[in-house]
């Protein structure tokens, strides 16, 4: 019961580490940015889910009311979505300029041009 | 009245100078407005550092909220040191860029050198600042995502590889940081760093606080290069344009040590510290590890920024070494450190970058013969590294110092004996200077005589004499370590 009762916890972990290991196994540059968005992602949730309390309402003071969900993880993580949203295209506008200036986006390739290049100079 | 707002201003002026210098576009304006935002947090962090010495910490409330509920940003002892050295770099490397940035990027795009400077700056001032955790959060990935732009814009196609694996490496270690913030915040119900301290030993679940303390330990370790998660420090110095490598080199990791000490002597507590993890173990063996591996690796490098790039990790690792003594001495060598290399490396730095403008390289070759031809900048370099050394006389000597006093307080004569011994490692990397600019003879690669423009030169001799200034002269930096370090001892800030 108490396994399946934390289900969002579970859900933020896996996320997690399946984005870690995106990011670390992937050699394509693009990939890896994916991985890092998941990984990013299951912060959100890390966040936000706690924040939910069973029975509570919105937090306006009301008439009836006495259990309030708390709305400052929702605030939090639209600024943590913001940076995520900033991080994820700068990334991928340096991928672009990677592969205007590699012709590749895999990472191997590009360490062995660097490495030939290298050795020529 | 508009004293009072300092605190803010100190960091609003330079976010704002950010879109202005975008929209002026033209690079000599832009270059103004950038220098003149930095001078002025400069102006006002001196100010605030007086305030502070003379009256205690200051608290200022955002938007007039009171914490916990609304961000505080807090002055005590350490963050004005830490905000005197940020702003400092950030208008001398300002000035600086006039001449080095104008030769390295095309010049439609200088403008957006000087905006990214100063959202680094901005950033990395509010990091210092803030006294809300999540508030530091945001503060630190406008300061990393700025230097990723700021890396990428060197002239090296490496540079953009160099930044993208900064780019993947800054972001797991800042979504490391906020996913410990986020535990704390689920232990305590609060984000304010000094309210965090209060309300921690009575947190329901200590291994929540565990798990936040290893998180925030590994994330800000990814952000200030602590060996072994340094790997992306030595290509991004080394292929960035030479302004945002001096830059960076003095500013960004320090930044990120501070945010190391106030989570772990201003948040966690030392006695929290070392009875969760056996923290002041793992830190002691990572910098003694750190230190004679990068220093050893320096020695081999042929590139002179790559070769002060793991100088870098090497000089980190004493600074972690500082905190892992926990002692009052041990603080004290660590904050000074911080500061004294923060202005060694910058001294460093701006001096190679005219070495590399004069030669279209920084390569050891480049510095053949360096003595004639370029007499200022490598007398420059020869001082600025007796700093690095630690030779008396020079900054890094009083920091080396208190490392010492803090181990032989602790007893380990061993670990004297270690200090010395690599310094004398740092002796025989900046030897390798020497040796080529002043004993070989001028090599193909050599630039004509002719010194570093003026505007380069200066800034970077106002740092080499602050190398020699604070090595004389260390009542203003040891004392303000000296009470930070009491300040971190003495609990919550």
């Known amino acids: 019961m108490s396994v399946l009762g934390h289900y969002s916890y579970w859900i933020t972990v896996i996320l997690m580490v399946a984005g870690l290991y995106i990011v670390i196994a992937r050699g394509n540059l693009i990939k890896k940015l994916i991985g890092l968005s998941i990984f990013q992602t299951s912060v959100y949730l890390l966040y936000i889910a706690p924040g939910k309390l069973i029975g509570g309402t919105a937090p306006i003071v009301a008439d009836g009311f006495k259990v309030y969900s708390n709305p400052l993880p929702h605030v939090l993580i639209l600024t943590a979505i913001v940076v995520g949203v900033a991080t994820l295209a700068l990334g991928l506008a340096i991928v672009v300029r990677i592969r205007e200036a590699y012709g590749s986006i895999e990472e191997d390739e590009i360490l062995a041009a660097d490495r030939d290049s290298g050795a020529g100079a | ?493």
């Not at chain 2, 955790?133 to 060197?154: P, Q, R, T």
């Open chain 2, 1 to 493: 009245m508009t004293l009072a707002h300092l605190p803010a201003l100190v960091v609003v002026v330079p976010l704002l100078a950010a879109p202005l210098a975008v929209l002026l576009r033209r690079s000599s304006a832009a270059w103004a407005i950038a220098s003149a935002a930095c001078a002025f947090s400069f102006a006002a962090a001196l100010l605030l550092a007086a305030e502070v010495a003379a009256q205690g910490p200051i608290s200022y409330h955002l938007g007039s909220w009171p914490p916990p509920w609304g961000i505080e940003y807090r002055v005590d002892a350490l963050s004005a040191f830490v905000l005197v050295l940020v702003s400092g770099i950030g208008t001398l490397t300002a000035l600086y860029a006039w001449r080095s940035i104008a030769a390295e990027l095309p010049r439609d795009q200088l403008y957006l050198y000087y905006a990214m400077h100063c959202l680094c700056v901005a950033g990395l001032l509010g990091m210092t600042i803030t006294g809300d955790a999540f508030n530091l959060f945001v503060f630190m990935e406008i300061a990393s995502l700025s230097s990723y732009v700021l890396i990428a814009l060197g002239r090296d196609r490496r540079a953009l590889l160099a930044a993208y694996q900064y780019l993947i490496l800054g972001t797991i270690g800042a979504t490391f940081y906020v996913i410990g913030v986020g535990l704390l915040y689920l232990a305590t119900g609060t984000l304010n760093i000094a309210d965090l301290a209060e309300r921690l030993p009575q947190a329901a679940s200590p291994r929540a606080v565990l798990a936040a303390l290893a998180f925030i330990t590994v994330g800000v370790s990814l952000k200030l290069a602590l060996f072994p998660l340094h790997f992306w420090l030595p290509n991004a110095y080394a292929y960035a344009p030479s302004a945002v490598t001096a830059f960076l080199a003095a500013t960004a990791t320090k930044v990120s040590v501070y945010v190391l000490l106030r989570f772990y002597f201003g948040i966690f507590g030392l006695q929290l510290v070392t009875e969760l993890l056996p923290m002041r173990e793992i830190l002691l063996a990572l910098s003694l590890v750190a230190i004679l591996t990068a220093s050893l690796v320096a020695l081999w490098q042929a590139d002179l920024k790559r070769l002060f790039a793991y100088s870098s990790v090497a000089q980190i690792g004493y600074i972690t070494l500082g905190i892992s003594m926990a002692s009052h001495d041990g603080l004290t060598a660590a904050v000074v450190h911080l500061f004294n290399h923060g202005i060694t490396k910058g001294a460093l730095f701006l001096l190679i970058g005219g070495i590399a403008l004069r030669a279209r390289g920084a390569s050891l070759e480049c510095a053949r013969g360096l003595g004639r031809s370029m007499p200022l900048t490598s007398l420059g370099v020869v001082i600025a590294g007796l700093s690095l050394i630690g030779v008396p006389g020079t900054a890094g000597f009083v920091s080396k110092w208190y490392l010492v006093l803090g181990a032989i307080e602790a007893g380990s004569w061993w670990l004297v004996a270690f200090v010395v011994a690599t310094s004398l490692i740092a002796a025989a990397y900046v030897w390798r200077f020497v040796e080529a600019a002043y004993l070989s003879a001028p090599g193909a690669r050599t630039p004509e005589p002719g010194e570093t423009p003026a505007t380069m030169l200066v800034p970077a001799w106002i740092l080499v004499a602050a190398c020699v200034g604070f090595g004389l002269q260390t009542s203003w930096s040891v004392g303000t370590a000296q009470r930070a370090a009491a300040l971190l001892l003495g609990g919550a800030p």
